[in-house]
């Protein structure tokens, strides 16, 4: 799944968190959505401006930013940025 057409991110949108297709639904949103157990069609019956494809892209996207974040000893690595982890 090409997620490049679906996911926008925008400095002005929602912060510049990635949206769906330049809605004020977030990447986060709809991850947090499967994450309680909703269904891709019970979002897509609250949310009916979304597309099983728009679903698919979130999925490919959140995958896509796992690979390239890697765990480095007791840091995260987001490409060229470090983040100390809490101990």
């Known amino acids: 799944m090409n997620f490049k057409n679906i996911i926008t991110i925008k400095a ?4 510049g968190q990635p949206t769906i297709r330049n ?4 990447v986060y949103d709809i991850l947090k959505m499967l994450a309680s157990g909703m269904s891709k069609k019970e979002i897509i019956k609250d949310f009916p401006e979304l597309t099983i494809d728009d679903i698919k892209a979130v999925l490919s996207y959140a ?3 796992e690979r390239l974040s890697t765990s480095v000893g007791n840091e995260i690595t987001l490409r060229s940025k ?3 982890q809490a101990s």
């Open 12 to 15: 002005g949108k929602r912060g």
């Open 23 to 26: 809605m004020r639904i977030t």
């Open 63 to 65: 995958s896509e930013r």
């Open 82 to 84: 470090h983040i100390p």
